[in-house]
């Protein structure tokens, strides 16, 4: 299994840039979830998703855009990229959001925005 | 509301133990605790449900106060792998959104 995939790695964008950042699951999970990683401030949710065709709005969602059209994908949209979207992102899955389950987080991808 | 976690660096050396503390001003359903290492993901590494649940994993055990809405990670013997920043994360119910504290970066020294 290759767990949760996120593409690509690494990414600079220019000012007003729009860009996707994909991930994906090949676990069945039922949960997804988008988090960025500033220093000093640990993770903090931008969005998620308990199933295909539902999604919901995290800690720090604005600017930013998600669907869920499968169970296995949840890209991650920027709308347009500010310098305070500079940041390393990471997607995470759960089996399920009841019960004790664990997340597996992607390798994440780190975005400079200029 | 984002856990506290204490403290929030330590350093020690190879065989010492390590306590790392997470407390919520909410009542809590479950709390987590991941590892991550430098420029990698964060890695699962234990969950517990309310009720005071201890769970163990080799050498790093965690508890769960219900009363005091507080868990503590146990690192015994700690081993040079064991460094890396450690993050808890809370629900408040089943279901809801983990929220996680800003890490505690622990260091292991020959």
């Known amino acids: 299994n290759a767990g949760v995939t996120q593409t690509p790695k690494f990414q600079v964008l220019k000012t007003g840039q729009s860009m996707t950042l994909q991930c994906a699951q090949d676990m069945n999970h039922e949960y997804m979830s988008w988090y960025r990683q500033d220093p000093g401030m640990g993770l903090r949710l931008i969005h998620y998703?308990?199933?295909?065709?539902?999604?919901d709005q995290g800690e720090v969602p604005n600017g930013y855009n998600v669907s869920r059209s499968t169970t296995e994908d949840f890209p991650l949209r920027l709308l347009s990229a500010a310098p305070s979207q500079t940041s390393v992102y990471f997607c995470a899955s759960s089996y399920s959001t009841r019960g004790a389950w664990g997340y597996t987080f992607g390798s994440g991808t780190r975005l400079t925005v200029v | 509301q984002q856990p506290v976690q204490s403290p929030q660096a330590v350093i020690l050396r190879e065989g010492e133990d390590a306590v790392i503390n997470c407390s919520s001003s909410k009542a809590l359903y479950s709390v987590h605790w991941y590892r991550q290492k430098h420029g990698e993901a964060p890695v699962f590494l234990m969950i517990?449900?309310?009720?005071?649940e201890q769970k163990g994993h080799e050498k790093i055990s965690a508890s769960f106060n219900e009363k005091k809405q507080q868990s503590s990670l146990y690192l015994t013997a700690s081993q040079l792998s064991y460094s890396g920043t450690y993050f808890c994360?809370?629900?408040?119910?089943?279901?809801?959104?983990?929220?996680f504290g800003e890490g505690t970066q622990l260091t292991v020294n020959p």
């Open positions: 998703s308990v199933g295909a065709g539902i999604t």
């Open positions: 517990l449900l309310k009720g005071g």
């Open positions: 994360g809370t629900e408040i119910t089943s279901g809801s959104r983990l929220t």
